[in-house]
């Protein structure tokens, strides 16, 4: 059946719908709070509750849920009916403003990082009126903003719309330094490409590492990986379309606007791109995205993995968060110009961006890490741990052009920024658009910051952005409305940037050791792991960026640090047992019952009179094997179970150190193992089975 596409957003409470369903002034209030973040009046929220009820009960809706992002990297939300009963044994639908706005979750189950002891356990839910309510599993979805009694950010979200307000206002800020009177605001637009891997479920549900961690924890390197080439923008299998096509109809009715779809590097591997948006709906757009991935495959028969490695050998997968600034008149910041004027104040923006990103780099590298992007960066697939910026060569040099070019008269200065600016070639996004190895890389009018991981939300990465960058156009301005020579500021601002922060800007493959080399002389940092990235929570320079410009407390970032390191100990804590568990109850019987078997065999030929030197051999190979096998599982053993709890740096890097080498010996034992045990009693479906059996 072809998809009708009068259906896109039929299942969202749009603003094409509220100006349907609600009163003309309450819609005039609603926006006016949507546009300028203002809270509702009760009585405009007791409005705006009533027509949504009345829109989602006659769209099938039975429940409503506050839908929120607790620093789990998925969201959450408890459901409630609308049935409300009435004396005679009836009931009436019921949803009232106080509903709509207001929820007081239970704020201790969340990860809070010892923000909230149970007995103060109390957390709000806000309704956030900036990302439209919608209709998914017969409930109405309310997304909002999460946060303890006290008002400390428990989730994703808070601290992402406190930046976007931040950004706009230093964004507008400079706009009108530069002359701007017509805009009013500035929008955060990202476009997040989201990767994945999608196998038979069949043989998902036969692996516990898949099923437990979303990733093997063993599986021989197969014979044929991705050397070929042949998967990336290949044919799509028919199986695959469908599913495809499903999710596209699924989510174009929530109003997520997918839009490319195509086979990536790795077999297996699959990638979808929306329409970008403003960052909040982006974000929003993007859960959504993972859950339908998650909830389609499996009543397609598939599983789909949103793990950034879930498998050795092979691409694991990212998202790339594209990432740019636009007016609401509609003009993006980060668009070079088309005269020496516009090109100016393009320049400026791009340095802003510049300088951020290297005075912190330790940050946004922060942003991106968990646990399973540990095994991607740094690998050569994905960009490093090291952060650096592409910009082209010929932007770079324009940029040094400038820079270089101070003369001591002021005049002459002047004189020499108009010939600097005037001679700015037209960009050609294609010069820009070609390294793909960078991982903060500009792409003609936007930025891709591509070290996100997979299942990762994206609200860390662009408050991080939003805040360093308007930390730093906050500075420009000053310095710009401080001056009596505008241009010469400018040039200055281009000149500091570059001399100051020019280290960060790198052109060349980010792949290779010479690299790494050369980014140890500039002095970036190398953080390869999410524990020594996440001590940028505590970095004062970091804490004082995230505090002035009201984003995160020092408690909050504090709290923050506290989650992600648990969240690291604990995931590798699960795969350790994980691990354990399929050693112990099914690699290691298998291994005895072949070797059982191969000794069978030796014998009975040894009984006819013929005494088989390569059995004998295979047979001490095997059981040498399962020697090694038992004993490094012994080993792990004990290492899990004597883990310290004291502190939690010092939990994650005992796992980090000591348990994660551990598991890798383990693996590459029992890898060993796989290659020369007959197919038929191996316990689990190969890296062949599940890569290339869709
Ligand atoms: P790629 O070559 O990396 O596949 P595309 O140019 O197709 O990239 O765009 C990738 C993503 O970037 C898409 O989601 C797209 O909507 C988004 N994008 C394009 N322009 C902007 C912008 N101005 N701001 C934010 N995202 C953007
Ligand atoms: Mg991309």
């Not at 690998?379 to 040094?400: K, Y």
């Not at 591509?450 to 310095?479: E, K, P, Q, W």
Request: charged share 25%; with cysteine; hydrophobic share 35%.
């Amino acid at each position: 059946m072809n998809f009708d596409f009068s259906q896109f957003g039929c299942n969202v409470f749009s603003d094409t719908v509220m100006r349907d369903k609600l009163p003309k002034s309450t819609y005039k209030e609603l926006k006016k709070s949507i546009e300028s973040s203002q809270p509702l009046t009760a009585d405009v929220a007791e409005i705006v509750a009533e027509a949504m009820k009345d829109w989602a009960v006659e769209k099938g809706a039975t429940h409503f849920t506050h839908w929120f992002q607790p620093m789990t990297n998925i969201t959450a939300g408890k459901l409630d009916s609308f049935i409300s009963p009435t004396p005679d044994g009836k009931i009436i639908l019921e949803f009232s403003g106080k509903e709509l706005t207001k929820g007081e979750p239970d704020a201790s189950s969340f990860p809070n990082g010892g923000l909230r002891n149970t007995f103060e356990a109390r957390g709000y839910t806000m309704w956030d009126c900036t990302s439209p309510a919608f209709i998914k599993d017969h409930t109405l979805y309310i997304p909002t903003a999460f946060c303890s009694y006290t008002g400390e950010a428990l989730d994703a979200k808070t601290p992402l719309l406190r930046s976007m307000e931040v950004i706009s206002n230093e964004a507008m800020r400079l706009l009108r330094a530069f002359g701007n009177t017509t805009s009013k605001r500035v929008i955060v637009t990202v476009g997040a490409e989201q990767e994945y891997f999608l196998i038979d479920r069949e043989l998902y549900e036969k692996r516990l590492d898949l099923k437990i961690c979303g990733r093997t924890l063993l599986g021989a390197k197969p014979p044929k990986g991705q050397e070929m080439e042949d998967h990336y923008f290949g044919r799509i299998r028919i199986r695959i379309a469908d599913y495809m096509r499903q999710l596209d109809e699924e989510l174009w009715k929530l109003g997520v606007t997918a839009k490319t779809k195509h086979n990536e590097v790795a077999p297996a591997q699959h990638e979808l791109a929306p329409v970008f948006d403003s960052v909040n709906i982006a974000c929003d757009h993007n859960q959504l995205t993972m859950e339908l991935m998650r909830t389609i495959a499996k009543k397609n028969g598939l599983a789909c993995l949103l793990h950034e490695k879930p498998f050795a050998h092979i691409n694991g997968s990212g998202k790339h968060n594209n990432w740019s600034l636009c007016t609401d008149d509609g003009i993006n910041l980060f668009e070079p110009g088309k005269n020496p004027y516009e090109n100016i104040q393009f320049l400026t923006f791009l340095c802003a961006v510049i300088t951020a990103v290297d005075e912190y780099s330790d940050l946004l590298r922060l942003s991106a890490a968990i646990a399973g992007n540990d095994y991607r960066l740094g690998a050569n697939e994905a960009p490093p741990a090291i952060i650096s910026i592409f910009l082209g060569e010929q932007l770079t040099s324009v940029l040094h052009h400038i820079a270089e070019g101070e003369k001591p008269q002021n005049q002459m200065e002047s004189a020499f920024l108009q010939m600097g600016v005037e001679t700015l070639p037209k960009l050609k996004k294609d010069d820009s658009d070609r390294n793909r190895t960078s991982p903060f890389a500009f792409t003609g009018n936007k930025f891709e910051f591509r070290m996100v991981g997979s299942s990762a939300s994206i609200a860390c990465a662009n408050y991080i952005l939003n805040t360093i960058v308007a930390d730093v156009l906050s500075r420009f301005t000053d310095r710009l409305t401080n001056s009596k020579d505008f241009d010469g500021e400018i040039r200055r601002i281009i000149r500091d940037t570059m001399q100051q922060h020019g280290r960060i800007i790198f052109n060349g493959n980010n792949y290779t050791q010479e690299w790494v080399e050369e980014a140890r002389r500039r002095g970036l940092p190398n953080l390869s792991n999410t524990v020594d990235a996440a001590a940028a929570y505590l970095e004062p320079k970091n804490i004082s960026v995230l505090g002035r410009n009201h984003v995160l407390s020092e408690v909050e970032c504090q709290s923050r640090y506290e989650i992600l390191l648990e969240n690291y100990s604990h995931i590798i804590m699960i795969e350790a047992n994980t691990l354990l568990e399929m050693v112990k109850k099914l690699v290691i019987p298998a291994s005895v019952e072949y070797i059982g078997s191969i000794s069978d065999s030796y014998l009975k030929l040894k009984e006819t009179g013929i005494q088989n030197h390569s059995i004998y051999g295979l047979l001490q190979n095997l059981s040498s094997l399962l020697d090694g096998i038992v004993d490094t599982t012994n080993r792990l053993e004990e290492l899990v179970s004597s883990a310290p709890a004291e502190s939690s740096l010092e939990t994650a890097e005992y796992y980090r150190d000591q348990v994660l080498p551990k598991m890798e010996q383990t693996r590459t034992l029992v890898d060993r193992m796989e290659v020369v045990t007959d197919k038929k009693k191996w316990p689990m479906p190969s890296y062949t089975d599940l890569l290339h059996r869709v």
